[in-house]
Each structure stands twice: as structure tokens, then as C-alpha cells.
């Protein structure tokens, strides 16, 4: 039995990663840190190891055995948008996964990075993994720290001849969210906390479907290749009329005019500066709201066998899940 070490695997994308290995025959390593929240793997047949992926030696123990990586350990917070935390996690984390792989020589390690590295397009030209991204890094750690970590991969497979793989999500939903990560504007549209709809737009894709394609790669697809794991771009107004729809209540009505949502997002920062507790958004998340994030996974759908679930379904099954779950109480 190939046994395949995931990081992040007590996550909402980890979760998934760990039921579909296991679905498949694999054995399954499942890295969680130790306070980690392990509902995601619960009744799963997986061997928990924990440890830190600051930790060197802790890592490279943990790959004892193990035949493939999956490092889809990453911190995300974003507000506030500078953030030590989130830059040693994502970049040292990646760091310690690297020089464990290369030392292990696994047979493929396959990192979890996010489309935000690369240059977003829009509906009529979606980003796709052949325009890196240049001036709309929007001062945000988080994708400041994948896009150095998708460059120490770049380097360690130019390097050490690492056999790896970059996937990129785009924003993934459906059930499962424990830790409701990715569904806040799911959840707070629920209780009428959103008053206004943004000028952009995301790409959303059903987690299951990104589980899917990061798996395949471990088998499929090209040695050094980066592929984008989306599906449908999508406007916040659509957005906002889709969960509206499966919610069966009203969407918002009013249109958040850009240089109104700057102006909101300065106040956000001028708030956290003054709270012990961050707010719901900043200046670098109204940014990003603003602009159409859009992309396009046909690499993905063409070469790892990406399905395409509609994002209705998948908003569908979170609502479902969150409201069985007692998550809207």
C-alpha cells in the first residue's frame, strides 16, 4: 500500500484529501498540529501524526515510510493583512516539506498553493497559470507567503530535481466546513449582515472537486506543471442571487460603489488598529472585492481529470450542512 502524508489534513480541503485517499487504497499520514480540531477525520482509518511544520525534525520523521506528500498545511487569516504568523507558517512550512521530500525522495510531493499567485483576468479572459502575478499582490501575507512558497518549490525542483506538482485553488465551498472558513459570506448573508454587493468577483469550485484533482496529480499530470483548480467565475451580485435562491431569502439590492467600499475598508483598518479584535474586513480585503478575480482551470480540467460540479450544488450542500449542523443557530 502507497502511503501518502498530508499536511493541513484536519482542514476543510485536508478532510476531503483524506477521505478521497483513503477512498482510493492509499494509506493516509494525516499531520495535525496539537491542538488541532480533528472532526474532519473523524471514523477516517488514518495514522495521526503530530507535530509542527516549523518543526525540521519533527517533519522529516513524519515522511519515514511515506511515498508521496501532499502539503496542503497553510495559514490564511488576512486580516490583519500583515501577518508574522501566517508568513512563517506558509513559508517555513514549506520549507521543512521541501527538505524532508528531497531528502526522502519520494516518488511525487505536491504542494497546495492558491490561483491568487497568478495574474486574475476577467470574464472575458480569465487568468490562467501562464500569467504570474506582478503589481496586484494587494499588500495581503497570505499571498505574498504562497506565492515565496510556490517559489521554493520552483527552486527546489530546478535544484534537487524534486518530482512535484503545484495545484491552485480558487475558493472552494460545499459541506464539511468545521471551522466555517470558507463560507463566511454564506453565513452572514443567512443573518442579514450584508447590506451591499461588491464590484468583483471570485471563482468558486466544489472542495470535493479540488480533493479530486489534487489527488489525481499524485498519478496524473506533468512533472513541474502548475494547474488552477476552479470552475465558475462568478460576480458577487451572482453570487449573492445564487445563496439568496438556495436560502430562500432576499438578496441584497444595493450595489457597493468601489471608491464607498475603499473608503469602508480604511475604516476597517483604522477600527483594528484600535481593537484587540480584528473586524470583519480591512482595506486589503475591500481591495480584493473590488476586482474580478477570475480564472480559468481547463489545464486542470484537460490534464488531472478535474470534474466540474456546479457551484450551485456545492453552496447547496454547505447551506445543508451548516444548517443540520446547528452552524446557523
Given at each position: 500500500m502507497n502511503t501518502v502524508l498530508v499536511t493541513g489534513a484536519n482542514g476543510f480541503l485536508g478532510g476531503y484529501l483524506c477521505r478521497e485517499l483513503v477512498r482510493r487504497g492509499y494509506g493516509v499520514r494525516a499531520f495535525v498540529r496539537p491542538t488541532s480540531n480533528l472532526q474532519a477525520l473523524a471514523g477516517l482509518p488514518v495514522d495521526v501524526w503530530v507535530g509542527d511544520l516549523l518543526d525540521a525534525d519533527n517533519v522529516r520523521a513524519s515522511v519515514y515510510g511515506c511515498d508521496y506528500i501532499i502539503h496542503a498545511g497553510s495559514a490564511t487569516a488576512a486580516n490583519p493583512a500583515r501577518n508574522l504568523s501566517v508568513?512563517?507558517?506558509?513559508v517555513q512550512g514549506t520549507a521543512t516539506t521541501l527538505s524532508a521530500a528531497s531528502r526522502a525522495g519520494v516518488r511525487r510531493y505536491i504542494y497546495v498553493g492558491t490561483a491568487d499567485v497568478f495574474a486574475c483576468g476577467d470574464a472575458q479572459q480569465p487568468g490562467t497559470e501562464q500569467q504570474p502575478i506582478r503589481d496586484k499582490l494587494y499588500g495581503l501575507d497570505y499571498i505574498d507567503s504562497k506565492l515565496a512558497a510556490t517559489d521554493m518549490v520552483l527552486r527546489a525542483v530546478q535544484t534537487?530535481?524534486?518530482?512535484?506538482?503545484?495545484?491552485?485553488?480558487?475558493?472552494?465551498?460545499?459541506?464539511?466546513d468545521y471551522k466555517n472558513t470558507a463560507h463566511m459570506l454564506l453565513t452572514y448573508m443567512y443573518h442579514k449582515r450584508i447590506f451591499a454587493t461588491p464590484a468583483g468577483g471570485r471563482n468558486y469550485v466544489h472542495v470535493a472537486d479540488v480533493a479530486t484533482a489534487t489527488v489525481n496529480a499524485l498519478t496524473m499530470g506533468d512533472l513541474y506543471e502548475s494547474y488552477i483548480?476552479?470552475?465558475?467565475?462568478?460576480?458577487?451580485?451572482?453570487?449573492?442571487?445564487?445563496?439568496?435562491?438556495?436560502?430562500q431569502i432576499r438578496a441584497p439590492s444595493r450595489r457597493l460603489p468601489a471608491q464607498l467600499a475603499s473608503l469602508m475598508g480604511l475604516l476597517?483598518?483604522?477600527?483594528?488598529?484600535?481593537?484587540?479584535?480584528?473586524?470583519?474586513?480591512n482595506s486589503t480585503l475591500i481591495a480584493m472585492a473590488n476586482d474580478e478575480h477570475y480564472f480559468s482551470a481547463a489545464k486542470a480540467v484537460n490534464t488531472l481529470a478535474m470534474p466540474q460540479t456546479p457551484v450551485h450544488i456545492a453552496l447547496t450542500e454547505a447551506f445543508h450542512w451548516f444548517k443540520d449542523n446547528g452552524y446557523l443557530d
Open positions: 508568513r512563517l507558517s506558509n534537487d530535481h524534486l518530482p512535484a506538482i503545484m495545484v491552485h485553488p480558487t475558493v472552494a465551498v460545499g459541506p464539511c483548480l476552479g470552475n465558475e467565475n462568478l460576480s458577487f451580485r451572482q453570487l449573492f442571487d445564487m445563496m439568496a435562491q438556495i436560502m476597517g483598518d483604522w477600527r483594528n488598529a484600535f481593537s484587540e479584535q480584528p473586524g470583519d474586513y
